[in-house]
């Protein structure tokens, strides 16, 4: 997956030749030619090609959103697919890292790979409630096993 470069780096107000733009996104010139050919807008001809700085910032802007994978309720991120699913067996772990914060931990059905989510303690019961397919209840730990997370 590409990096998201910042679009915040880019002043408006400023025309920028493709070397120029490169720099002041930490990109190579190369990335920046290839971003015109995927539909930048572009000033001049032959000569001189410059980019106007609202239509690099815009630009980046579009590519950052078409890269995010937001994470919808009772689904955690998959670090090896770069998905967003639901945990293996509905199981998870509860790490707090704060006093009111911490990790979710879960395994991805379909790799197996490590899954987290960042999540409030105060949050972790509506998180399991979502697991659950949106009942109000907590989910209930199959026979003969403990459930993973403290009951608040």
Known sequence: ???????????LHRNYSVEDAAKCVSAHK?????????GLPT????????????ELRVFLK??????????PPGFMFCLKCREPRPPAGLMIDYVPLAATSGNLLGLCPKCSGLMFRRIK?????RFQAALAGGADAP?????GVRS???EL
């Open 148 to 150: 993973a997370l403290p």
């Open 121 to 125: 303690q105060a949050d972790v019961a």
């Open 62 to 71: 579009a590519r950052r959103k078409r890269a995010k994978r937001p994470c």
């Open 139 to 143: 989910i209930a730990a199959p026979k």
């Open 1 to 11: 997956m590409p990096r998201l470069l910042s679009p915040w780096r880019v002043k």
């Open 43 to 54: 000033i001049g001809g032959r000569g001189q090609t410059l980019i106007l700085g609202s």
């Open 30 to 38: 190369n990335t920046v030619r290839r971003w015109i050919k995927d």
